[in-house]
């Protein structure tokens, strides 16, 4: 397994933006999937953006598709999601996650690896 450790939440008004940071450690040797999930007050967590390791392949979902960017340093084994037009309805619990192969999936259960999560919270 592959640790990981988010930053960069925060408190941001609607329109504004915000970039987190999920870093790796551990078994970051293996080929790993790097994907953004996201979890509101009493809904369920929700895939948001995933990234291969390999070409650079990417997918979002629907609600966030031209307005937020994943993006992986591997060098430093950081995968980075810069938020932009930042709506209330984005205000969750934004967690990093990891599976290994090359395949982007949006299921939680796909993923062996979870941050512990960082606060997005959006005013309005």
């Known amino acids: 397994q592959v640790q990981l450790v988010e930053s960069g939440g925060g408190l941001v008004q609607d329109g504004g933006s915000l970039r987190l940071s999920c870093a790796a450690s551990g078994r970051t040797s293996t080929s790993y999937v790097m994907s953004w999930f996201r979890q509101a007050p009493g809904k369920e967590r929700e895939f948001v953006a995933g990234?291969?390791?390999?070409?650079?392949?990417?997918y979002y979902s629907d609600s966030v598709k031209g307005r937020f960017t994943i993006y992986r340093d591997n060098a430093k084994i950081t995968v980075y999601l810069q938020m932009a037009s930042l709506k209330p309805e984005d205000t969750a619990v934004y967690y990093c996650?990891?599976?290994?192969?090359?395949?982007?999936?949006?299921?939680?259960?796909?993923?062996?690896?979870w941050g512990q999560g960082t606060q997005v919270t959006v005013s309005s």
């Open positions: 990234i291969n390791r390999v070409g650079g392949s990417t």
């Open positions: 996650a990891a599976r290994s192969g090359s395949s982007i999936y949006t299921r939680r259960y796909e993923y062996e690896s």
